[in-house]
């Protein structure tokens, strides 16, 4: 099988682990993290059984890092659009603009958001405020990390 099949054969393989893996209660983070160490070592693999030359398997491993980019990009854009999220909502049936204000309200909107960092244990409550918890401590660093790494600095 020529390498490009291999890493092909790879990318498919992580979607068929994201949707097996999404019958698992994890965070979609969690499943993709998952299926992508699970394709990217069948993938090293693969390439290993087939003798790859070096080139070959840099090339196979570029397409599905490539590949699963995209793919993460897209899982992203579609979970956390605002725009499409609203698209879904109008699918229904026509709705009033004040309807949709409401759903959308800034206020909706951060209550949101800290539903999701609770429901992923990033936040815990502390009387009646929230703190950060060591997990959610862990990917602040990972992301404080990349922020310095892609602009020189950290924050807003």
Known sequence: MAWWMTAIAAVAL??????LMSLILISAIQRFAAAFVLAGCTLLIGLLLHRATLTEAWAALAWFVFFSGLYIFGFTLSQGSI???MLQ???????ARSDVAAIYSPEYMVEKRFD?????????RDGDGLKLSARGR????VFTT???FCHGRAGY
């Not at 992580?14 to 949707?19: I, K, N, R």
């Open 116 to 124: 999701r960092l609770l429901a992923a244990r990033f936040v815990v």
């Open 146 to 148: 990349i922020q310095r």
């Open 89 to 95: 909502l109008l699918r229904s049936g026509p709705l």
């Open 138 to 141: 862990m990917l602040l660093d």
């Open 14 to 19: 992580l979607l068929a682990l994201q949707f």
């Open 83 to 85: 725009s499409i999220k």
